[in-house]
């Protein structure tokens, strides 16, 4: 029995270990596109010099922010803000790991008194580089799909890792997900197919 409680709580140690690591990739991105959203004045330009500097050696992501797309199905809002590549992406088993990945910005939001059930955060990827990955991380992703009730909005950022890497080659991007009007146990509802593609360079 002892052993046994010993193999659970060894076990959940490396859970909680390995969820910590995972959150780093999302969390510099949003770090970073929270620095670039900071207005900089001019009164202390001696000290303004050094953070600038550092958050650029710090910013693993290459930005397209005009890799925009926006849809309204039927009262549900949906757009992707912007999309990221980076090849020096931290890993779930490893936070100083330099892999390749690939992410959105996704928004969605319910302006009905209905309900939506869309799962952008399952949607796959395919790169103009000869990619296909079927799944983003689901560790480092937001998680923003399903159901969506009135009034709400979803929004965070989903990642994808590459099988062969090169994500800065990479000119454009096309996501495949979809979803209905309707509660998520609603299998009468006619499926909504989207295949968005986005240009990057």
Same mark, same amino acid.
């Given at each position: 029995?002892?052993?046994?409680?010993?193999?659970?709580?060894?076990?959940?140690?490396?859970?909680?270990?390995?969820?910590c690591g995972s959150d780093s990739a999302l969390e510099e991105l949003d770090q970073n596109d929270g620095e670039k959203?900071?207005?900089?004045?001019?009164?202390d330009a001696g000290t303004e010099e050094k953070p600038k500097e550092e958050a650029k050696e710090e910013d693993i992501?290459?930005?397209?922010?005009?890799?925009?797309?926006?849809?309204?199905?039927?009262?549900?809002?949906? /757009? *992707?803000? +912007?999309? @990221?590549?980076?090849?020096?992406?931290?890993?779930?088993?490893? !936070?100083?790991?330099? #892999?390749?990945?690939?992410?959105?910005?996704?928004?969605?939001?319910?302006?009905?008194?209905?309900?939506?059930?869309?799962?952008?955060?399952?949607a796959v990827l395919v790169t103009s580089t000869g990619e296909q990955i079927d799944m983003p991380d689901m560790w480092?992703?937001?998680?923003?799909?399903? /159901? *969506?009730? +009135?009034? @709400?909005?979803?929004?965070?950022?989903?990642?994808?890792?590459? !099988?062969?890497?090169? #994500?800065?080659?990479?000119?454009?991007?096309?996501?495949?997900?979809?979803?209905?009007?309707?509660?998520?146990?609603?299998?009468?509802?006619?499926?909504?197919?989207?295949?968005?593609?986005?240009?990057?360079?």
């Amino acid at each position: 029995m002892k052993k046994m409680v010993y193999v659970l709580i060894t076990g959940f140690m490396v859970l909680m270990l390995a969820a910590c690591g995972s959150d780093s990739a999302l969390e510099e991105l949003d770090q970073n596109d929270g620095e670039k959203a900071e207005a900089k004045t001019g009164s202390d330009a001696g000290t303004e010099e050094k953070p600038k500097e550092e958050a650029k050696e710090e910013d693993i992501w290459t930005y397209y922010n005009d890799a925009t797309w926006s849809e309204d199905y039927n009262g549900l809002k949906m /757009e *992707i803000q +912007k999309a @990221v590549v980076s090849d020096r992406a931290p890993t779930m088993e490893d !936070e100083n790991a330099k #892999a390749s990945a690939v992410g959105v910005k996704f928004k969605m939001e319910n302006t009905t008194d209905g309900k939506f059930t869309f799962y952008p955060d399952q949607a796959v990827l395919v790169t103009s580089t000869g990619e296909q990955i079927d799944m983003p991380d689901m560790w480092v992703s937001d998680n923003i799909g399903g /159901e *969506i009730d +009135k009034g @709400v909005i979803k929004e965070g950022n989903i990642i994808w890792y590459l !099988e062969r890497g090169h #994500a800065e080659e990479i000119e454009w991007i096309k996501l495949e997900f979809s979803g209905h009007q309707g509660p998520e146990d609603d299998f009468e509802s006619e499926m909504k197919e989207y295949e968005v593609e986005l240009q990057l360079k």
